[in-house]
């Protein structure tokens, strides 16, 4: 079965059963949550948004019988601050999800690969099939280089990719997750990462 791999500059992640979240930017109100949790008897091994945004999904998703996309909805809702956050189920899903708040989020397709990013410049090193996503706005991304696109309503959202030639100044690069298709077994994760701690690279399998 094709699983998903993911590449990742300063990007944190967290992984506990089925799911890993990868997180970047900033909660503003993520210690209310935090503890709030932990009064309710979730058992929290940090202080990270990516166990904190794992936790509230698994949370919402057991008090309320929800769908995955609904809860990250959720989450967004409540979660104050900048930031996107992007969800591997390991080992049996042929998607990940993509989840932003208050960024300006670009994502690309190029020959199967997802490039994401908030810097425009990254992605167009790459492609020019570029899509904009927007502040509430959720992105399941296929293997197959489909994605579809809701709103914060939930509402299917139609999107076409930016006309990248008209752009006159592009940002410098910053973060970037490529999202990969690759034949995978089971849902170990294995971390391989350079000694200046500038990438590193996660792949299930």
Known sequence: MKNLISRLSKFESFTKHEKTIFFHGSIDNSELYMQSLRAHGMDLSSNSPAELVYSLIESISATEEVRLKTAIRRVLEVLEGKYCIVILR?????????????????????????????????????????????????????????????????????????????????????????????????????VLGREDGIANSLSLS
């Open 90 to 190: 390991n080992g049996y899903s042929n998607k990940a999800y993509c989840a932003n708040r208050g960024l300006q989020l670009y994502l690309g397709l190029d020959y199967g690969q997802f490039i994401l990013s908030d810097k425009l410049k990254t992605v167009v090193s790459r492609t020019q099939q570029i899509i904009s996503i927007e502040d509430g706005v959720i992105a399941e991304m296929f293997e197959d280089g489909t994605c579809l696109f809701t709103d914060s309503e939930g509402q299917r959202l139609n999107r076409e990719y930016l006309d990248v030639l008209k752009k006159e100044r592009i940002a410098p690069e910053n973060q970037i997750i490529n999202i990969l298709t690759k034949e995978l077994n089971g849902a170990l994760l294995n």
